[in-house]
């Protein structure tokens, strides 16, 4: 099991403070990592219990619907840690309209937070990962670069955005002990979908494809970050790796 320890390791997580990413914070620091938190609200409670593991958590306050505090929140983890070892891209919104009403607003902030912001963080970290010849990136996308999804233009263009730069990065990186996958997640019970979930009706239709019945959870993702954070998934890159309970098979 040596493979999936990531004692010693650093990682970063984005959009910490709640659902999928706090989840997966948990499920690093479970495995061994000490986190640096980061969200626009407080991610103090992850932290309490990432330091109840007897894991070091930092949390930093920045609002990533632009790219200016990436570099701060890097020099920050230096500072403090002394390096990355890892960076989850979790950060992420969704503004539901129906495509011929969207407005350039409900576009802009999406593609801003969602695919300008994944770039630009893999790269800044990606300059200390490549001294050391080391790095994890792990970049949240969704089953919608895969799927067109229903009144989302902009979060299924941003989430393919994620994909694709997540396969560019890895072309180009790999060949400094950088690995970057992307894990799309199926139809997960957080605020993201709390609007779904309340509408009978496409609550229904989702839950029927899912051969798992079920929504999935933030712990679902616990597995699957460890081992794309891990040794274990060395020779792993530029793959977007689905976790939906079986939703695609169908
Ligand atoms: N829930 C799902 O079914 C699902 C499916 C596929 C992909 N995803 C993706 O997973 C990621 C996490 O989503 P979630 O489901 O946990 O939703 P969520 O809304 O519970 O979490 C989003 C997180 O991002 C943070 N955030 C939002 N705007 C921010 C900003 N401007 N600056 C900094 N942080 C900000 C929020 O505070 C929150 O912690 C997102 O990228 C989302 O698109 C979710």
Known sequence: MNRFDLSGKVAIVT?????????????LAEAGADLVLVDYVSS???AEEI?????KAITIVADLMNIGPI???V???IRTFGKVDVLVNNAGIIRRTPAIDFSEKDWDDVMAINSKTVFFFCQAVARDMMKRKYGKIINISSLLAFQGGIFVPSYAASKGAVAQVTKALANEWAQHGITINAIAPGYMATNNTKALREDPVRSKTILDRIPAGRWGTPDDLKGPVMFLASQASDYLNGHVLVVDGGWMAR
Do not use: C, F, V
Request: proline fraction near 0%; glycine fraction near 18%.
């Open 51 to 55: 330091k109840a593991m007897d894991r």
């Open 71 to 73: 570099q701060s929140i």
């Open 15 to 27: 959009g910490a403070s709640t659902g999928l990413g706090k989840g997966m914070s948990l499920g």
């Open 75 to 77: 020099n920050e983890t």
């Open 44 to 46: 103090a409670e992850t």
